[in-house]
């Protein structure tokens, strides 16, 4: 059954870096667009990032300039990757490709 995998996540310093992964064992992710979320306790999901299946990117206000997604078409794998982060960054990133969703990582930002 065609699911999505990910990688990476943790707990971080404030200003510090991590890359999540997402992999596609079932499917080619160069299809559709496929999305990073977020979900914060207490708070609504929000999207994070996007990517297309032309490789054009977009990003939640506020993230930009921050975060960067990109896909390896060889790995069949879209990346996050978050530098600058902050404590509002805490949240469980999730990715998804069409009806497809990830398991979910915890990203903790704290000192």
């Known amino acids: 059954q065609a699911q999505l995998v990910q990688f990476g996540g943790g707990l971080v310093q404030p200003g510090g870096s991590l890359r999540l992964s997402c992999a596609a064992p079932?499917?080619?992710?160069s299809i559709w667009n496929t999305e990073w979320y977020r979900q914060a306790p207490g708070k609504q999901r929000q999207l994070v990032a996007s990517i297309t299946s032309d490789g054009l990117t977009t990003y939640g206000d506020s993230v930009k300039g921050r975060f960067t997604i990109s896909r390896d078409n060889a790995k069949n794998t879209v990346y996050l990757q978050m530098d600058s982060l902050k404590p509002e960054d805490t949240a469980v990133y999730s990715c998804?490709?069409?009806?497809?969703w990830g398991q979910g990582t915890q990203v903790t930002v704290s000192s």
């Open positions: 998804n490709h069409h009806t497809l």
């Open positions: 079932g499917t080619t992710l």
